[in-house]
């Protein structure tokens, strides 16, 4: 879009322009693609308020053909990563806006501009294929509207790109989100935005219970999965890898067998920075470890796999259903007892509220406690464009209120001289530097533990105070927060 690099918006113009329009004969009225009808309908549930993760199931993973699945991907993620600056040049491209009942209208022309910008698909293809959309969606008066539109936006596309103005258009986010960043990060708010609107990089995690990196490293090869092999100079993680490009999750080589997880490279530092001992505080072999807000289970199992010592490891969540994907995600990756291959003596996975710790909690304390806390996600958008469009500024006071009385309720449990880490997926410092800062000056026995370069081999982030932060688009990572803390005696 207008953020793109300028060597590579020519290069797309100079294939546009040796298009050529198709014989009458090729205008005829064509059937609209599933990868499109799919597409249409995933963005009108998310524009209705469901996350896309939600939607995606039951819209486009049902599509048989893996090019349609690809092309659907494209098209949603695309709407929702430049839904501002799309609608900029509809606003420009309309005589008046389309009335709130023509919503469906609205949606076809913003997949078809982004698809004009973005996708080779011939000009004439897909307008095409959005006039027949329309058509489709019970709108047929509206037909030769959006065959107009976007015609006029063919002729007009770099008058229109170069028209573009206001902060919302040109980063293509909604206005109280670029409000926030830049009161937070003065000096890096361009850096971020523009990061926002980055495809994310896809890492895989290590099973080290299975594999060493290099064995893996060796597989990959085997299997023609081409990966960044730079990577490891970027950010120190011994088990992660970063794919030079997206792939099928299924088609990675022991996947199924539990050899692999996809896991961005921010969040395995969660699992390095809790840092588990050998012994507990009550002189036994091992840790007990809390993991709480713990589905979808990715640091879970990391700890898991990272840390053979620990003794007990349990994992808190609310949600029932999300509780069993965790559950998934170890017997895939065979770390419960059972499986007999030297896991934790015990995991306990509690469906409870994290808050109400008194009706689930044993009364034993923990070494080491993970508050993987209920966010904003605004450090991982470009990975979930939908954010952008499902987070309301009116979220933030009630998650920080959550996330300050799950910290409360973490601290009663923690064993003195034991270590607690506090992550979010967040850039926003209410819940990340000025959370922790509320926390220390009412809890007189929490010491601050300081995160260091070398605790993971690498200088990144930047320091907070209190925590340490790490931007989104940073070592290829997303953007997450961590604060480390010890109780005193």
Known sequence: MAESSASGKAGSNKARSKRTHPKKSQQKRSKVSEARQQSLKALKQVFAGQSLSTVQPGTIDKLADSRDRGLANEIVNGVLRWRWQ????????????????????????????????????????????????????????????????????????????????????????????ISRIKNDWPDHWPQILQANNQRPA?????????????????????????????????????????????????????????AVSVQDAAAQLSTVLLDVGDAGADGQQGQQVLDLCAAPGGKTCHLLEHYPSIRKLVAVEFDAKRMTRVGE????????????????????????????????????????????????????IRRHPDIKSLRRETDIQSLVELQAEILDAAWQMLAVGGVLLYVTCSIFKDENEAQMKRFMSTHGDASVLEITDDMVGMNWGRGCDPGRQLFPGEHAADGFYFCRLTKLA
């Open 202 to 258: 896809f890492w895989l995690r290590v099973n080290q219970r299975q594999f060493d990196v290099g064995r893996y490293q060796s597989l990959l090869s085997d299997n023609g999965v081409e990966f960044d092999e730079s990577a490891a100079s970027d950010i120190i993680i011994e088990q992660a890898i970063k794919l030079t490009q997206g792939v099928d999750v299924r088609s990675l080589p022991g996947f199924d067998d539990g």
């Open 329 to 380: 995600n170890l017997q895939r990756l065979k770390l419960l007892p059972e499986d007999g291959d030297g896991a934790a003596s015990e995991v306990e996975l509690v469906v409870a509220d994290a808050r109400d710790y008194e009706r689930w909690w044993s009364g034993e304390p923990f070494e080491r406690i993970l508050i993987d806390a209920p966010c904003s996600a605004s450090g991982v």
């Open 86 to 177: 799309l609608e900029f040049f509809i606003s420009r491209l309309l005589a008046k806006p389309l009335k709130k009942k023509d919503s469906d209208i609205q949606l076809v022309l913003l997949m078809a501009l982004y698809e004009l910008q973005e996708c080779r698909t011939p000009d004439y293809a897909i307008i095409n294929e959005a006039v027949e959309l329309v058509r489709k969606s019970g709108r047929k008066w509206a037909a030769s509207l959006v065959n107009a539109v976007l015609r006029r936006f063919t002729r007009e596309r770099e008058l229109l790109t170069d028209s573009i103005e206001g902060e919302s258009a040109k980063f293509s986010h909604p206005e109280w989100i």
